[in-house]
Structures are given as structure tokens and as C-alpha cells.
């Protein structure tokens, strides 16, 4: 059963910074795409950074120079370092895995719980 376990969350004082991680296990022969999403409250969930599985990445504006996603294909993990927060990245931050269970088949898409980011003094 595959799952994907973040962490990194917190609290955090504007222009701090924070790093999450989420690792990928269970019954794993490959993963595509790697991504992070958040919610805020009343607000849809937005993508806020992806990765394909050869690296090449993807932000949305408002973190664009201040967010940066990576991965390490090894440890089935993807990592977002968030630098310079704001108060208006309050979210809570799910990840995202396009995850191959099966030699000869597709992908499917598989989501952390959600970690919460709170950026306030």
C-alpha cells in the first residue's frame, strides 16, 4: 500500500524559512511526477511546485525565486526549501506522487495528509 508521509510544518515568523519533505513507500516500481500543493482557508487547492522525474520543475508565480523543489529519486522523496515566507503562504501543504505500482502498467496519483505552514509574527 503505498503511502506518502510529509513533514516539516510549523510555525514560522515572516522571512523565515522552512523545508518539507515528504517520502513515498510501499509497493513503489517508479515514480513520475513529483509535486506540492496548498489549501488555505475558503481558498481552492493550488499547485505551488512540481518536478518530473528527470528533474526539470515548474512554480507557481507568487514563489517563483523563493521556493525551490527537488528530489531524490533514490529515497522516493520530494523536498520543498521555502525561503522569505509571507503570510499569504499559510496553507496547509500537501504532496503529490505520480506512482507506478505494477512493471507493466501507468501511474496513479497518490496524496500526503497535509502539513500545516503558518507564517506570522
Known amino acids: 500500500q503505498v503511502q506518502l508521509v510529509e513533514s516539516g510544518g510549523g510555525l514560522v515568523q515572516p522571512g523565515g524559512s522552512l523545508r518539507l519533505s515528504c517520502a513515498a513507500s510501499g509497493g513503489i516500481f517508479g515514480i513520475n511526477a513529483m509535486a506540492w500543493y496548498r489549501q488555505a482557508p475558503g481558498k481552492t487547492r493550488e499547485l505551488v511546485a512540481i518536478?518530473?522525474?528527470?528533474?526539470?520543475?515548474n512554480y507557481l508565480d507568487s514563489v517563483k525565486g523563493r521556493f525551490t523543489i527537488s528530489r531524490d529519486n533514490a529515497k522516493n522523496t520530494v523536498y520543498l526549501q521555502m525561503n522569505s515566507l509571507r503570510p499569504e503562504d499559510t496553507a496547509v501543504y500537501y504532496c503529490?506522487?505520480?506512482?507506478?505500482?505494477?512493471?507493466?502498467?501507468?501511474?496513479?496519483?497518490?496524496w500526503g495528509q497535509g502539513t500545516q505552514v503558518t507564517v506570522s509574527s
Open positions: 503529490y506522487a505520480e506512482i507506478r505500482t505494477h512493471p507493466f502498467y501507468g501511474t496513479d496519483p497518490y
Open positions: 518536478i518530473s522525474s528527470g528533474g526539470s520543475t
